[in-house]
């Protein structure tokens, strides 16, 4: 019987309320199910800035972890990047400095940081794979978040070197699901546009898409994510960091994911592209490859389901989802 208490930074975002849905619904003959003897603990900003190394400290203190799963971030659209490059840079290097440095401390037997593949270079030949991060500099849109992102990695190595830890980190490609940010200044492409036919439809106003919609993406569905991550916890040992997503033969054009949300969200408006706005870059396709040669036999749910359930729960839960358009 197990007694490993498991900390989860960032818990309330995204992947973190993912990772609570699977460890709450999966049956207990699943090999992502919570195990006897496991206990979570989803932390948020609230109850500790990781910024603040005494805060860190004392998160610590309250729950003694012995896994951490490193989700916490300073995180923004590409506006904001683009804005406050400093900030990102220094905001993220201290959450994470933190979490690892406190981690070291009090021994916790294993943590998992999350990256983002704005860490990988600009100028990289593709697919991108765990080989390649830091083969040039990052896109200098966001080049201050990216350079804190690949500091983990470096750190990781070094702590394992010096101290003999198990740090580790996870790269997802682009994440989608339940409980996103849907703010329409400051969101990703599929919650953004989701929010946007919402008000479209609500307004009896035209749906409008920015570009041509021709770009390809691979957008992982985070329960998905959430399983991978309970996987790494327990199975994956090595400091080097894995790829989580999906294949590249599963890349997404901009315009099917429209169509998808427009069919989910039975939008019968008017519906256009507009060409006038930039599309960014056209494909940055991730090698799964590491991934599916660890993991074994693992089904990925079919994007439109995924979207299907998104949709779904972002209009029931419309209220009291992240829209930005309550303060």
């Avoid at 943590?111 to 080989?131: H, R």
């Avoid at 790269?171 to 996103?180: A, E």
Wanted: neutral net charge; glycine residues 6%; charged residues 25%.
């Amino acid at each position: 019987m197990t007694s490993d208490v498991i900390l989860v930074t960032g818990g309330t975002g995204l992947v973190g309320k993912a990772i609570q849905h699977i460890i709450q619904t999966e049956p207990p003959t699943s090999r992502f199910a919570k195990r006897p003897g496991e206990t979570w603990i989803f932390a948020s900003s609230a109850e500790a800035d990781l910024r603040n190394p005494e805060q860190t400290r004392k998160l610590y203190e309250k729950y003694k972890p012995t896994h951490v799963i490193h989700l916490a971030a300073l995180v923004g659209g590409l506006f904001k990047n683009m804005k406050y490059k400093l900030s990102f840079l220094r905001d993220n290097i201290l959450i994470n400095d933190n979490v690892l440095s406190t981690s070291k401390d009090t021994q916790v037997a294993k943590v998992i940081s999350c990256l983002s593949t704005c860490v990988f270079p600009d100028k990289v030949s593709y697919p991108l794979d765990e080989t390649k991060i830091h083969a040039g500099p990052p896109h200098d849109s966001n080049f201050g978040y990216a350079h804190a992102k690949r500091l983990v990695d470096v750190q990781n190595h070094a702590y394992k070197e010096e101290f003999g830890c198990n740090f580790t980190s996870a790269i997802p490609t682009n994440v989608f699901g339940p409980h996103d940010n849907f703010d329409l200044e400051d969101s990703h492409v599929i919650p953004g546009l989701m929010h946007k036919c919402y008000l479209a439809k609500q307004n009896n106003t035209p749906f409008v898409v920015s570009g041509s919609g021709k770009p390809l993406r691979q957008f992982i569905f985070s329960y998905d994510l959430a399983k991978l991550f309970i996987w790494m916890l327990r199975d994956y040992d090595d400091v080097e960091p894995v790829i989580l997503s999906v294949g590249e033969d599963e890349e997404v054009s901009i315009k099917q994911v429209a169509d998808a949300i427009v069919k989910a969200m039975d939008f019968k408006g008017d519906y256009t592209f507009d060409t006038t706005r930039a599309d960014g870059q056209f494909r940055k396709p991730a090698s799964n490859k590491k991934l599916l040669s660890l993991i074994g036999g693992f089904e990925f749910t079919p994007f439109e389901e995924a979207l299907d359930y998104t949709v779904k729960w972002f209009v029931e839960n419309y209220d009291t989802a992240r829209t930005g358009l309550k303060k």
